[in-house]
């Protein structure tokens, strides 16, 4: 990677700052991913450009909220601390978060869901409001999300639990009844 004296102010910028290597890596990426866009040097962009740069990230490469909140930091940042144009940095928007409007259900979706969980404790919940199902109904999975078979248990507890059944079997009206198993027992 070139390293221009505009980059090496930037990374003194940052440095001096103390802040983190992954952030001085995006915002490195992302001024310079701008500066390619134009195919010029930051320093020689202004408002117009920066604007129209945001516009074609938000509606014509539709990045996401996050990414397009990253790269406003990262002019902001640039025009602000390596630039020295805090005029310019007002005018940067960060832009807003669209709203997503909570699902209303109908009258009768509400009632089917009501007639649905008063049919039993064992109706699949999540696939009554469209959702995926939950986890427990679904396979364990394993390291590298591969699906994992269940253990066997263990033979010793296999054992122990075989020799204590009957013993822990008990009539009705009586107390139950705990004989060791032959192996724990005393040969005194």
Do not use: W
């Not at 009705?172 to 192996?183: E, I, K, L, S």
């Amino acid at each position: 990677m070139v390293s221009t004296p505009l980059r090496q102010r930037m990374l003194q910028a940052l440095s001096i700052r103390n802040l983190s290597p992954r952030t001085t890596v995006t915002y490195i990426s992302l001024v310079s991913r701008f500066a390619l866009f134009f195919h010029r040097s930051p320093d020689r962009l202004g408002l117009p450009e920066i604007e129209q740069y945001l516009f074609f990230l938000r509606d014509e490469n539709k990045v996401s909220y996050c990414l397009f909140k990253q790269t406003v930091a990262a002019l902001r940042f640039f025009y602000l601390y390596v630039m020295d144009r805090p005029d310019l940095v007002l005018h940067i928007p960060y832009g807003r978060h669209e709203k997503h409007f909570p699902i209303v259900l109908s009258v009768d979706e509400t009632l089917a869901i009501l007639a649905a969980l008063s049919a039993g404790p064992r109706v699949d919940h999540g696939s009554l409001f469209g959702r995926a199902p939950s986890r427990r109904s679904l396979p364990p999975r394993g390291r590298g999300h591969r699906l994992r078979a269940h253990a066997p248990p263990h033979p010793s507890s296999q054992r122990s639990q075989g020799s204590l059944r009957p013993a822990l079997s008990h009539r009705a009206g009586t107390a139950p009844r705990v004989v060791a198993p032959d192996d724990a027992r005393d040969p005194a």
